[in-house]
């Protein structure tokens, strides 16, 4: 079969579409592991190597900035990353709402939580285990630039047949 009609070109088009919609859907899935958690109350040092670790808050406070931060250990001390969309989960017969992110945990870790306002703060604060952020985020970036590769390859067969198709006539 020859890809010799110009028609051919809308599918080398929609290839990175498609592969930019399964790449978003990717990401988007790792959020459920964020409904899904089982938040622990902060307090104590705890082991997430390989893991991600989502932080949350039973009391949402909107117009307060509050910075969680890896406190243990020192040499890892790097601040929570905060989340792009809000996510609450029902645990335990409370709502804990997610206010941080750290995509890769290590061995022997605590979490503080601080309002930056430096006021008393009277909400309690958890942690949940996840799955790793950055596995499902190497497989959208796969998937995602590969079909964008993938497009480019089948726009350049196009065109190279499309070509040959016009000398051979000649």
């Not at 630039?145 to 000398?167: E, H, K, P, Q």
Request: contains cysteine.
């Amino acid at each position: 079969m020859y890809f010799t009609r110009r028609s051919w070109y809308i599918l080398a088009a929609l290839i990175p579409i498609v592969a930019w919609i399964l790449a978003t859907s990717q990401l988007a899935k790792q959020w459920d592991h964020v409904h899904e958690a089982k938040p622990v109350t902060l307090g104590s040092k705890f082991d997430a190597a390989g893991q991600s670790v989502a932080v949350f808050t039973d009391f949402e406070q909107p117009g307060r900035a509050i910075t969680c931060s890896v406190t243990k250990p020192k040499d890892h001390a790097v601040e929570l990353t905060t989340p792009p969309l809000q996510v609450s989960v029902d645990y335990d017969s409370t709502r804990w709402h997610f206010i941080g992110m750290l995509e890769e945990g290590f061995d022997d870790m605590a979490i503080e939580c601080l309002p930056d306002d430096q006021q008393i703060d009277s909400a309690t604060y958890a942690y949940a285990l996840v799955s790793p952020v950055a596995a499902d985020k190497a497989v959208a970036n796969f998937t995602m630039w590969g079909g964008i590769a993938f497009g480019l390859l089948v726009s350049i067969v196009i065109g190279y047949n499309r070509r040959s198709s016009t000398f051979k006539e000649m």
